[in-house]
């Protein structure tokens, strides 16, 4: 029984193809077999025991992993028994899905596992047996970590506390770390590398490493953002960015007004397409209007020429009349018609004178008888002849009489016929002229009323008011926008203020914050340096000294003495055993005293805790700093979003303002432009009214007048007749007078000559009577008489006839001659009325015809113009790609009657669209050269494919401009700010974290060292020295992560803010932050250069090694190549390790645990000679190490060991393990 | 006098090695740190004695639009004729490049197979592709990458994903435009084969 605690057995039971093997490890142990005969497999299964790490076990990845290689069967087992200073106990390891321990507290017994038949029972069975036995056994421990506990003593419960090999201190997985590094290094040759692989290996945990993939990928996030950045801030970015913005604005209106066209353009189509119809019926109405009246014109027209037509007849017929009057007139003057007819007046008388002188002569030539009958009967007949006479005159008289009277009445008659017709014609033409004169004064009135109501109408009032509505509705929204941006700019103002206000009290907050840290930073790290101080300088102070020479002095001295002077090294102190347990002489009861002192642990401790406390500080600041961080960039994002979106909207009601005002302008031009053309056109209509009032008037005044003087034609015309009239019935009456006075008078002188006659009968009576006698003188002269009588009445007789036509065409034509030509006059008169009535509807009738013209040349021109503009947007529009770019919004309008007309649109959408094409082109090329600039995936995500479509320039513009508004660039400084901090922390916190260790390197470099000086070389002589010292590490990535510590712990945590400052302020800020950026780039191309993984312990510092061999010194070198023969080196390699597992078990154990041993499992030492092999045992055995060695062969090496084993493959293909019978030279 | 006297950037070799080989250094380049080497002769003190120093060597530093290049200073004409000949060959490519639906200019990012599908399906830029002399690929696809990668030598333009062999139009292809622009073409009536002729201004 070993006084101490070992592993004290390894029992295999059908463990890969050894089906049981029982293999003592109490002393060195050698293992001698050719390869592949299991040497490494059963040095892997002592090495689990150690380890409990199935994948540190250097099996490789092609290989079957370790459980599955072991413990092929369900009873499977590996037995490790552990001798202690009491009884043994051992382990079961099994495979219970995973691999699981059990600890047995008794020593190990095959019986335990097998049965009657030698079978190994399962692990139930063997729990059972044991039971019975009773055995205690441990309950399942499922993981490696649990098992170590146990093993390294380090396991809180109690009833397994006991199973362990020695007792650990916090470091204790060093323990298995170092035996495995041992046993997977033991191959290689010896170079400084493996050696610190070895320690930092042994010192680290897998993840107390620098990733530099990690650290890249940070950097180069850092460097890309830093860069993206940077590139914004450009001149020339700023500059593109400013353009970009102003192109879309330019496009956007552009397109705007281009969009707004084009729906003019569709409005007009769609108006022209509906239109058509109806301009073209309406059209065909004027037409149809214009033959109405064509019609009814000339239906007027041939009236009024029908009426013309008899009327010139009339006028013919009575001038043809009054022209042969004249003419036959002016015959009988020819003919010297009056003298015929006063000589044919004479007739009635010259006849009767004639009858006298015939009966005169008769009288004369037959009377010789009866004088007195013949006077008598003469007398008689004359009375007779006179009372005829008388009466014949009487009878003329009277008939004249009554011709005349009867010719009056007929003149009369004839006057007041005329007179009726006449009247009655008047009545008729003035009541003809009143209607027209009537009817013009209703026109007048009319056109008044209609000068009134084009005065009081509103021309295009509907786009008028459209218009007016429009403007009014602008006004006020832009009224509400300019209110409403007077509100966002100083929402805005607000905002900003706010934001700079909590932006500063951050700052403030955060550089108070800073200031606190760093000074309890610097009071911390002062206490620190006191500590280190002190620790420093105990081993050659008063303190050291107490610790090297007086027990438990904390419990004495340590109560009474001041902590400075336990520090002092000038004390020189010295033991006097007289003073033992008194102060200079007096004893003191120290027992109610507290103690003041101080073990180096607690020192340590403190030191830990004041580091600690300044992790706790660093990380608090840290925490506040990214919370700060955090908290401002909530603030970006809460009030740059704002901002960006007031300012956004600031713009965009600038921008609608801006459009506003032109549209407003333009609405108040069409406005006027409108009014204007309501206007003309009220002047217009007010122009063709008053030139028809005009002329209405005119006509008027010409129909009044007309009227007046047809009221005194017609008087004329009356007074004519009267006159004509009186003088006729005067002319009647005088002549009535006349002709009966001269019938009186020719009566009278005709009753004179009767009497005269008689008294001359009487008196030839009386003188017949006296005389008796015939008077042959007077018969002579009667005789002569009766022949002139007769003459004159032939004379009459020959003209009688004419005299007679002559009367006749008087009293028939000549008479009538004034009528005649009265009524000619009439037809005249009324022919030319008619010519003016003609020539007055004809004016009327042109005038209107006109008007119609026009209204339908008006309707032909829109027709033709609508077709047009169809016939060129058909032609010269539809295939464009205008159209195509605008089909949707054409397609889509509302028919709407335009300003424009269509031509006048496509022409301008055409020529805008090649203005819009070159300005797209210009902001497409600023955004192309803007996006380039920025890497491909760059983080503001300012990328622009080279297909993108129109809608994604516009949204890169959009995106940017919000990106501006939003000030996001301030949000990205921040976070790449932050990020900067972040990475330097991240940095300096791993090297920081990382070179912590490097003390205990030192450390353990120093006990390696002094156990190199232990070593008894000196009785060999064959190795002289090994000296090893640590030196600075040269690797240039740790270098510079070292110089980014040096730097954060210059410039504290926050060195951010200067990035990208330009604040003359701040400036040395942005030094400051120049400088990290500048290293954390060197740093990358470092990387990226050494093409390294990962910074490791080993990588903090170089080791070198001086081996003194015989009279070969190698010199301080990283790598010993050859110091000697071969064995020579394994002999070394073997003596650092041995030593390098010492010195790790020493720290890794606590100090109460002294006695227990472990193995050293070094592989293949067939090289190395006896001589060697003693020493190498012996070196190990001095420092508690069992040594497990493996040999190809028995060469008589194996002589030198405690036990030794040999291995066979059998015909089964299983392998024995067997004793080999040898003896123990020396250990 | 050395070049520490001169008071140079640390980077002048690197520019050197750049534009001695005849290349550009665009504002926009990132391959290399094209970028920040523009950067560093755009800054004036920096420009001024790069330029002197330089000069000494019988370079000049030329500045276009967010470009820099070499030009040496009393060359040879005979040189001055072979960058010409050289030059030549662009003037198809540039015309093939502007007439291109989706224009390459500053800044834009494209990949040959795009270019080569646009020529395929429009016959006049496939007639303006197979015209271009000096390259024997079968396909469209490879004359144009043939194309970029002849661009891609000279400097106008930049390889930035090899995986994507996406391009990306460099601020040097300004100098392309500016010397086409500065091309008068007249027709010289008085010469007896009557053909056109090309002045560079």
Known sequence: ?1227 | MSAEEFNLPKQTHDIFGVMARGNFISSNGTRDGMNRLYDIINNPDNFDRLQAYFNVIRYNIERGNNYFYFSKLGEPNSELEKKLERFERYIDIIDLLASMDNKITIGSRFRPSEIAEECNANVRLKQKLQKIPLYRSETLHNKVREICDLMSRDSFLELEDEKTESYKVLDSYNYLLDIINAIAIYDDSNSSDDTQAIVYN
């Open chain 1, 1 to 1227: 029984m070993e006084n101490c605690r070992i592993l004290n057995r390894i029992v295999e039971i059908n463990i890969a193809n050894v089906k049981y093997a029982d293999i003592e490890l109490s002393g060195n142990t050698c293992f001698v077999g050719t390869n592949n005969f299991g040497k490494t497999s059963l040095q892997r299964a002592i090495l689990f025991f150690y380890s409990a790490n199935s994948r540190g076990l250097g099996i490789s990845s092609s290989q079957k992993p370790f459980e599955e290689h072991y413990f092929r069967y369900e009873n499977s087992y590996l037995i490790y028994e552990i001798a202690t200073e009491e009884k043994p106990f051992f382990v079961i390891v099994y495979r219970h899905n995973k691999l699981v321990f059990r600890f047995v507290d008794g020593a190990y017994d095959p019986d335990m596992f097998f049965t009657a038949n030698n079978d190994a029972m399962k692990i139930k069975e063997v729990i059972s047996n044991l039971e019975k036995r009773g055995v205690y056994i441990s309950n399942q421990i499922d993981t490696f970590e649990r098992y170590r506990n146990i093993i390294y003593g380090t396991e809180t419960d109690k009833q397994l506390s006991k199973f362990h090999l020695l007792k650990g201190n916090e470091k204790y997985q060093n323990i298995p770390k170092s035996i495995t590094n041992v046993f997977l290094s033991s191959k290689s040759s010896i170079d400084s590398r493996f050696i610190k692989d070895f320690i930092a290996n042994s010192l680290t945990t897998e993840n107390s490493s620098i990733k530099l993939e990690q650290v890249e990928r940070q950097l180069r996030q850092f460097n890309e953002k830093y860069t993206d950045i940077e590139t914004f801030l450009k001149k020339e970015s700023t500059q593109l960015v400013e353009l970009i913005d102003k192109k879309y604005d330019q496009v956007h209106m552009l397109k705007g007004a281009q969009m707004e066209m084009a729906d003019k353009l569709g409005s007009s189509l769609r108006f022209a397409e509906t239109q058509n119809e109806s301009i073209r019926e309406a059209s065909r109405k004027k037409e149809e209007e214009l033959e109405k009246l064509h019609a009814e014109q000339e239906e007027l027209k041939d009236n009024i020429e029908n009426k013309q037509n008899d009327i010139r007849e009339e006028i013919g017929y009575y001038d043809r009349t009054i022209r042969e009057a004249n003419k036959k007139l002016k015959e009988y003057k020819e003919k010297n018609i009056d003298n015929a007819v006063e000589k044919n007046a004479e007739r009635e008388k010259l006849q009767v004178e004639l009858n006298i002188a015939r009966r005169e002569y008769e009288s004369l030539t037959s009377n010789v008888a009866s004088i007195e009958l013949k006077y008598s009967s003469l007398i008689e007949q004359l009375r007779n002849d006179k009372s005829a006479y008388i009466n014949k005159i009487n009878s003329r008289t009277s008939e004249i009489f009554n011709h005349y009277n009867e010719l009056q009445l007929l003149q009369k008659n004839e006057f007041n016929k005329r007179e009726a017709e006449i009247k009655l014609k008047r009545e008729e033409a003035i009541e003809e002229a009143n209607s027209e004169v009537t009817q013009k004064q209703i026109e007048f009135n009319q056109l008044k009323s209609d000068e009134k109501v084009i005065r009081n109408t509103r021309f295009y009032e509907t786009e008028i008011k459209s218009l007016e509505n429009e403007l009014a509705e602008l006004r006020a929204v832009s009224y509400k926008n300019k209110s409403e941006r007077a509100i966002k700019q100083n929402m805005v103002a607000t905002l900003q203020r706010e934001w700079e206000a909590l932006e500063l009290k951050l700052k403030t907050s955060l550089t108070n914050r800073i200031n606190q840290t760093n000074n309890e930073i610097i009071k911390v790290k002062n206490e620190i340096r006191e500590i280190e101080e002190k620790l420093n300088v105990q081993h050659d102070a008063f303190y050291g000294y107490l610790e090297k020479n007086v027990k438990d002095w904390h419990q004495t001295i340590g109560k009474v003495v001041n902590e400075k002077l336990l520090f002092r090294t000038d004390l020189n102190p010295e033991k006097a055993e007289t003073t033992a347990n008194t102060l200079y002489g007096i004893s003191l009861n120290l027992e109610p005293v507290d103690i003041v002192s101080k073990s180096i642990e607690e020192y340590q401790f403190e030191k830990n805790e004041r580091l600690a406390q300044i992790r706790d500080l660093e990380e608090a600041l840290n925490q506040f700093q990214a919370a700060n961080n955090e908290e401002k960039m909530l603030a970006a994002d809460k009030y740059g979003k704002q901002l960006g979106e007031y300012k956004e909207d600031v713009k965009v009601l600038t921008y609608s303002l801006e459009l506003a005002d032109k549209r407003e302008k333009k609405l108040a031009d069409e406005l006027e432009e409108w009014k204007g053309k309501a206007g003309k056109e009220v002047e217009e209509s007010l122009s063709g009214n008053r030139q028809r009032l005009n002329i209405i008037e005119e006509e008027l005044s010409i129909l009044n007048k007309k009227k007046n003087n047809l009221l005194e034609d017609f008087n004329k015309q009356l007074e004519k007749l009267k006159a004509y009239n009186d003088e006729r019935i005067a002319d009647l009456k005088n002549k009535q007078e006349t002709e009966i006075s001269e019938l009186e008078v020719e009566k009278k002188n005709q009753v004179k000559e009767f009497e005269n006659k008689e008294e001359e009968l009487i008196k030839e009576r009386e003188g017949n009577f006296k005389n008796k006698g015939v008077d042959s003188k007077q018969l002579k002269q009667i005789e002569n008489k009766t022949k002139e009588l007769q003459e004159a009445l032939k004379e009459i007789e020959q003209y009688a006839q004419i005299v007679s036509d002559y009367l006749k065409d008087k009293r028939e034509i000549f008479d009538k001659l004034p009528d005649l030509i009265q009524k000619k006059e009439e037809f005249v008169k009324t022919n030319n009325d008619l010519a003016a009535q003609l020539e007055e509807s004809t004016r009327k009738y042109n005038i209107k015809r006109m008007e119609l013209n026009k209204q339908k040349r008006a309707f032909d021109e829109e027709l033709i113009e609508f077709n047009n503009g169809i016939n060129f947007y058909s032609n010269n529009f539809r295939e464009t790609p205008v159209y195509v770019k605008y089909a949707d919004i054409i397609e889509r309008a509302e028919p709407k009657r335009t300003n424009y007309n269509i031509m006048d649109l496509c022409t301008q959408l055409l020529k805008n669209d090649s203005h819009f094409n070159e300005e797209y082109g210009a902001f497409q090329r600023y955004v192309n050269e803007f996006a380039g600039k920025f890497r491909i995936d760059n983080h503001f995500n300012f990328i622009i494919r080279n297909d993108a479509t129109q809608g994604e320039y516009e949204r890169f513009a959009q995106n940017l401009r919000s990106f501006i508004n939003e000030n996001k660039i301030e949000l990205s400084i921040a976070e790449t700010a932050t990020q900067i901090g972040l990475v330097t922390d991240s940095i300096a916190t791993k090297v920081k974290e990382l070179s912590g260790q490097k003390d205990k390197i030192q450390h353990i470099i120093s006990l390696i060292a002094e156990d190199f000086k232990k070593a008894e070389f000196e009785e060999s002589k064959l190795i002289e020295f090994i000296k090893i010292r640590l030196e600075e590490s040269d690797n240039k990535v740790y270098k510079l992560l070292k110089r980014i510590q040096e730097f954060r712990e210059e410039n504290g945590l926050v060195y951010n803010e200067g990035l990208f400052n330009t604040d003359f302020a701040t400036g040395s800020k942005r030094e400051i932050s120049t400088r990290a950026v500048k290293l954390l780039e060197q740093l990358r191309s470092a990387i990226k250069e050494q093409e390294q993984e990962e910074i490791k312990l080993q990588d903090l510092f170089e080791l070198k090694f001086n081996i003194k061999e015989g009279m070969n010194e190698t010199g301080w070198t990283h790598k010993i190549d050859s110091i000697g023969s071969t064995g020579t080196d394994i002999l070394v390699k073997a003596i650092i390790y041995i030593t390098l597992l010492h010195v790790f078990i020493k720290e890794s154990s606590h100090r109460s645990s002294k006695d227990f041993k472990v193995h050293c499992i070094i592989d293949e030492v067939g090289q190395i000679s006896a001589h060697y092999l003693r020493e190498l045992l012996r070196f190990a055995k001095n420092r508690n190490i069992m040594m497990i060695n493996g040999l190809p062969n028995k060469s008589g090496l194996e002589s030198h060991y405690k036990y030794t084993y040999q291995f066979r493959r059998e015909e089964n293909n299983n392998v024995r393990i067997f004793p080999s019978i040898v003896t123990e030279v020396e250990a």
